[in-house]
C-alpha cells in the first residue's frame, strides 16, 4: 500500500426505476422486487483524498444539499466499511461531495454515492480488493448500490443485489430519447414507504418468469417494461398529489411517465421533441407549486 498523498476524482450517476413491483417480504427481512433501471445523465461529483500521515477522523463535506447526519452519509459508511474490509487503522481520508441529486428522491443518490466511493477507493488503492467483494461490501450498504457497478440498463432482482443486463433489443428502444425528470419540494423517506407499503400489503399476485417477462414487454412495443410502479398505488392514499399529476400527463398522451423508486421523483421518456419544455414546467408548476424541481436529460447508456 502506498505511503504517499493522492486524490481521486469520480462521477455518481442518478438512476430511474421504469418500473417496480414488490411480490412480498424475504426471510431476511428485504422486500422481493424486480425492476428495469437505468443510469441517466445527472450526476453528483466526488473527490477522495487520501494522506497516510494524517490524523484523525476521516471528513466529509458535502456542497449543494443538506443530507442530514453526517455519519449517516453514505459516502463516509463507505469509507467505514472499506477500512474495516482492508483492517486500515492509520491515516485519514478527506472527501467533497458535490451533490447535483435530489435528496430523497427515488433516484438514488445515496447509493450512487456509496458505489462511487467504493470504486475511487478501488482506484486509490488499486489490486487491494476485488471486484467481487468490492460488490458484496457494497450490498451491505444499500440493496441497490450494486446497480451502480454496472454500465447500463439492468434487471434488479431479490433483495436488489441480482442484476441481468436488459436485452439489446429493448435498450435500443431507450437510447437517446429525451428525459424530464421531476419532483415536488418535498421528499419520500424510502424506509417509511417500504415500511407502509408492507403495512398495507401492496404486493403483486402473480411474478412472471424472467423470460416471459422480457417477452411480454417486446410484445406490447411500449418504452416502459410490464407491471407499473407499486409504490404509485401506495401514494395514492399517502401522497396523492405525485399521482395525480402523473394520471394527468398520462391522460394527455404521455404514456412513458412514471415514478422512480418510492419516489418523490418521477419521469417522463419522450419522442424527440415530444412535449414543450414550457407545456410540461406549466403542468409541475400547477400541481406542485414553483418550488417544484425539474431537469431535463438524455438516456445515454
Request: hydrophobic share 40%; glycine share 10%.
Given at each position: 500500500?502506498?505511503?504517499?498523498?493522492?486524490?481521486?476524482?469520480?462521477?455518481?450517476?442518478?438512476?430511474?426505476?421504469?418500473?417496480?413491483?414488490?411480490?412480498?417480504?424475504?426471510?431476511?427481512?428485504?422486500?422481493?422486487?424486480?425492476?428495469?433501471?437505468?443510469?441517466?445523465?445527472?450526476?453528483?461529483?466526488?473527490?477522495?483524498?487520501?494522506?497516510?500521515?494524517?490524523?484523525?477522523?476521516?471528513?466529509?463535506?458535502?456542497?449543494?444539499?443538506?443530507?442530514?447526519?453526517?455519519?449517516?452519509?453514505?459516502?463516509?459508511?463507505?469509507?467505514?466499511?472499506?477500512?474495516?474490509?482492508?483492517?486500515?487503522?492509520?491515516?485519514?481520508?478527506?472527501?467533497?461531495?458535490?451533490?447535483?441529486?435530489?435528496?430523497?428522491?427515488?433516484?438514488?443518490?445515496?447509493?450512487?454515492?456509496?458505489?462511487?466511493?467504493?470504486?475511487?477507493?478501488?482506484?486509490?488503492?488499486?489490486?487491494?480488493?476485488?471486484?467481487?467483494?468490492?460488490?458484496?461490501?457494497?450490498?451491505?450498504?444499500?440493496?441497490?448500490?450494486?446497480?451502480?457497478?454496472?454500465?447500463?440498463?439492468?434487471?434488479?432482482?431479490?433483495?436488489?443485489?441480482?442484476?441481468?443486463?436488459?436485452?439489446?433489443?429493448?435498450?435500443?428502444?431507450?437510447?437517446?430519447?429525451?428525459?424530464?425528470?421531476?419532483?415536488?419540494?418535498?421528499?419520500?423517506?424510502?424506509?417509511?414507504?417500504?415500511?407502509?407499503?408492507?403495512?398495507?400489503?401492496?404486493?403483486?399476485?402473480?411474478?412472471?418468469?424472467?423470460?416471459?417477462?422480457?417477452?411480454?414487454?417486446?410484445?406490447?412495443?411500449?418504452?416502459?417494461?410490464?407491471?407499473?410502479?407499486?409504490?404509485?398505488?401506495?401514494l395514492a392514499q399517502w401522497l396523492p398529489s405525485i399521482p395525480v399529476l402523473l394520471t394527468r400527463l398520462r391522460a394527455d398522451g404521455y404514456?412513458?411517465?412514471?415514478?422512480?423508486?418510492?419516489?418523490?421523483?418521477?419521469?417522463?421518456?419522450?419522442?424527440?421533441?415530444?412535449?414543450?419544455?414550457?407545456?410540461?414546467?406549466?403542468?409541475?408548476?400547477?400541481?406542485?407549486?414553483?418550488?417544484?424541481?425539474?431537469?431535463?436529460?438524455?438516456?445515454?447508456?
Amino acid at each position: 500500500m502506498s505511503a504517499r498523498a493522492r486524490k481521486v476524482r469520480v462521477s455518481c450517476p442518478a438512476k430511474i426505476n421504469l418500473n417496480l413491483s414488490i411480490f412480498g417480504l424475504r426471510e431476511d427481512g428485504f422486500h422481493d422486487l424486480r425492476s428495469v433501471v437505468v443510469p441517466v445523465g445527472l450526476k453528483d461529483e466526488l473527490e477522495i483524498g487520501w494522506d497516510p500521515r494524517a490524523q484523525g477522523p476521516d471528513r466529509l463535506k458535502v456542497e449543494g444539499a443538506d443530507c442530514g447526519a453526517e455519519q449517516q452519509n453514505a459516502v463516509l459508511r463507505a469509507l467505514h466499511a472499506y477500512r474495516d474490509l482492508l483492517q486500515l487503522r492509520e491515516g485519514r481520508f478527506e472527501a467533497v461531495l458535490w451533490k447535483h441529486i435530489p435528496v430523497g428522491a427515488g433516484l438514488g443518490g445515496g447509493s450512487s454515492n456509496a458505489a462511487g466511493t467504493l470504486r475511487a477507493l478501488a482506484q486509490l488503492f488499486p489490486g487491494e480488493v476485488s471486484p467481487e467483494s468490492l460488490r458484496e461490501t457494497g450490498l451491505s450498504l444499500g440493496s441497490d448500490v450494486p446497480l451502480f457497478f454496472s454500465g447500463g440498463p439492468v434487471l434488479m432482482e431479490s433483495r436488489g443485489e441480482r442484476l441481468t443486463p436488459v436485452p439489446q433489443d429493448l435498450t435500443r428502444r431507450l437510447l437517446g430519447r429525451p428525459v424530464w425528470l421531476f419532483k415536488p419540494a418535498f421528499a419520500v423517506a424510502t424506509a417509511e414507504a417500504y415500511q407502509r407499503l408492507a403495512r398495507v400489503r401492496l404486493y403483486e399476485a402473480e411474478r412472471p418468469s424472467q423470460d416471459a417477462f422480457w417477452q411480454e414487454w417486446r410484445e406490447s412495443g411500449e418504452l416502459l417494461p410490464p407491471g407499473g410502479n407499486r409504490f404509485e398505488d401506495l401514494l395514492a392514499q399517502w401522497l396523492p398529489s405525485i399521482p395525480v399529476l402523473l394520471t394527468r400527463l398520462r391522460a394527455d398522451g404521455y404514456g412513458a411517465t412514471g415514478m422512480s423508486g418510492s419516489g418523490s421523483a418521477c419521469f417522463l421518456i419522450a419522442e424527440e421533441n415530444g412535449i414543450a419544455d414550457s407545456e410540461l414546467g406549466g403542468q409541475i408548476r400547477d400541481a406542485w407549486g414553483i418550488n417544484a424541481w425539474s431537469a431535463k436529460i438524455r438516456l445515454k447508456f
